[in-house]
């Protein structure tokens, strides 16, 4: 079971590779834009592999501020995936200030196969103790999630303290409950100068999320990364569409062993 899932790890790491240089996890936000220069063409990644959606007070996945509280504080304003080697990286750039007291950083969730199922996620701030549905785990951290907390939305501007609805569901903000898979690599920092159109200070937060943590089963499927803080006053998500082709590496990896048990012939004949 383990050379299968090293094989189907393996065949997703080849089938999405760009060629790229890597990512380095390490809070420099400049390895995925451009240092501002107050325009919307800011939010542009410096690589074309890297799938993003941007909300930068306005459109984006999530309409302005959605359900409207809060201001730039609450802003959920980028992000960035890209699939590299054996890794998901993921980055997120945000109004929120991760030691502002309250609502705390959300996590980072994935959800493979686009179910709203969010099966993976990985911690970006521990919030414990913060509020009455805080979240479990330390920054890096990996989870695959049982259940997830949600924000304070039953539906846009439709306060509810307990939501239940399939909106607030869609919008996870921490893990609740799970097991811990590992710790993968994450890294945050104040950003620096006018990032976008519309200013106001930024936080930038980038992880990296392994591939051989998750199940071997969903990597053939699409899937979404969405963050947002512990109210999920905003979010912002985003689906690569990038799936595992692993049959190719079978057929090479097969195309290999004859090799091997043709040269192995060669001695003994020898």
């Not at 996620?121 to 259940?147: K, T």
């Not at 930038?204 to 499927?221: R, T, Y």
Request: aromatic content about 10%.
């Amino acid at each position: 079971m383990k050379l299968g899932k090293k094989l189907l790890v393996t065949g997703f790491a080849l089938a999405i590779s760009g060629g790229a240089q890597a990512i380095n996890v390490d809070g420099d936000w400049t390895d995925w834009i451009t240092p501002g220069a107050g325009a919307a063409s800011d939010w542009t990644p410096n690589d074309g592999a890297v799938k993003y959606d941007v909300n930068d007070q306005t459109g984006g996945s999530g309409a302005y501020l959605n359900p409207g509280y809060g201001g730039q504080a609450y802003d959920a304003e980028a992000i960035y995936v890209k699939v590299s080697g054996s890794a998901i990286h993921v980055a997120v750039i945000t109004g929120r200030d991760p030691n502002a007291t309250g609502w705390r950083w959300g996590d980072i969730a994935l959800d493979f196969g686009n179910d709203g199922s969010f099966e993976y996620g990985m911690i970006a701030r521990s919030d414990a103790g913060q509020h009455s549905s805080s979240g479990i785990g330390l920054a890096g951290e990996v989870y695959q999630v049982d259940a997830w907390n949600v924000g304070i939305w039953d539906a846009p501007s439709d306060h509810s303290p307990n939501p239940t609805t399939d909106y607030a569901n869609e919008h996870p903000t921490s893990v609740m409950t799970g097991t811990k898979l590992g710790e993968g690599e994450f890294a945050f920092s104040a950003m620096t100068g006018d990032v976008g159109a519309l200013g106001g200070q930024h936080w930038f937060m980038e992880a990296l999320i392994p591939v051989g943590f998750l199940d071997e089963s969903l990597l053939s499927q699409p899937f979404t990364a969405h963050w947002t803080m512990g109210c999920a006053n905003d979010w912002i998500q985003v689906d690569p569409l990038i799936a595992a082709v692993p049959e190719p590496v079978s057929l090479s990896l097969f195309g290999l062993g004859l090799l091997g048990l043709f040269r192995g012939r060669r001695k003994q004949l020898n």
